[in-house]
């Protein structure tokens, strides 16, 4: 039986900040200040003056200047690497009072997969809880551009608690071949935005059931590769169908949460959500899970979801090599 942590009390709010590295990160900061992510504080990190002020975030911090004069790090991730360094100041006092940050970037180009390693490093130094959310090109962006992706991405991984890699390509298998580009980069912000959200909202929103900080840094610190899956599901059986899609999410392809040290469990519905489809969803996730693997379960409260369950699931501790 896997060790089930329910938290019935309101923890002082964390803070957490997320912010999105390069171009791809700026994106996904954008489509989340757009779809109203609640309780977070956005900051975007740039090399391109431009991109930079469309990203809506209430900090902007342009990295490199002396590097790069403004005009992006041209897909080098070493440029991308020194501008960071160069603004590790400001970075610094950008992160300062957080107690949680995730940093959001697409892997492949020059920023993103440069200074992406120098905030997390920057980030745990300073002891906040560093979670990051990357995404590995799609095909159709080339051989070259994966190469850099997965290099950028191992060196991620040293300087992270907690790293979630969602492999585009296998959006489009979910998406459809017909799918246009548009419709596959949407898609991607969606499930950056699912990652962070799923996470902060059991934070910082009330629900039936809160989960304190202090579970989350648990199941979140010093675990290195992490999956996430979202299942939706409306009628008599929801709970467990929305369980069993968020588990067998083509995201989570390949991945054994049977091997998961820390699984953290984001239940949102409305208020017909009742004990016993708790209980089902808690049983569903346990019949996945390792005896030992520790299992936090929060629920969130959204008065807009009539007869709908929402299941977020993040694997922590799969400890195997970056796919």
Do not use: W, Y
């Amino acid at each position: 039986m896997a060790h089930f942590e329910l938290i019935e009390k309101m923890a002082p709010n964390a803070v957490i900040k997320v912010v999105g590295v390069g171009g791809g990160g700026g994106n996904a900061v954008a489509h989340m200040v757009n779809s109203s992510v609640d309780g977070v504080e956005f900051i975007t990190a740039n090399t391109d003056s431009q991109a930079i002020k469309n990203c809506g975030a209430k900090l902007q911090l342009q990295l490199g200047t002396n590097v790069t004069k403004g005009l992006g790090a041209g897909a080098n991730p070493e440029v991308g690497r020194q501008a960071a360094l160069e603004d590790r100041e400001r970075i610094m006092d950008a992160l300062q009072g957080a107690d949680m940050v995730f940093i959001t970037a697409g892997m492949g180009g020059g920023t993103g997969t440069g200074a992406a390693p120098v905030v997390a490093q920057l980030a745990k130094e300073m002891g906040i809880l560093t979670v990051a959310v990357v995404t590995k090109p799609f095909p159709f962006e080339g051989r070259r551009r994966m190469q850099v992706a997965l290099k950028g991405i191992e060196e991620l991984s040293q300087h992270v608690d907690s790293l979630i890699t969602i492999p585009n390509e296998k959006l489009i298998t979910v998406l459809g071949r017909n799918a246009t580009m548009v419709q596959a980069f949407r898609a991607a912000n969606d499930v950056l935005q699912g990652a962070v959200q799923g996470i902060a909202d059991l934070i910082v929103r009330p629900g039936l059931i809160n989960v304190d900080f202090a579970d989350v840094r648990t199941v979140m610190s010093e675990m290195g590769l992490a999956m996430m899956g979202t299942g939706t599901a409306r009628g008599d059986d929801r709970a467990q169908a929305a369980a069993e899609a968020a588990i067998q999410n083509p995201l989570l392809d390949d991945v054994n949460l049977a091997g998961a040290n820390g699984i953290l469990v984001n239940i949102t519905a409305g208020p017909d959500f009742t004990m016993s489809e708790f209980d089902e969803i808690g049983r569903t996730i346990d019949g996945f899970a390792s005896e030992d693997a520790t299992v936090v379960v929060g629920t969130v409260l959204d008065p807009d979801m009539q007869d709908e369950v929402r299941v977020t699931v993040v694997a922590t501790g799969l400890n195997r090599a970056v796919a």
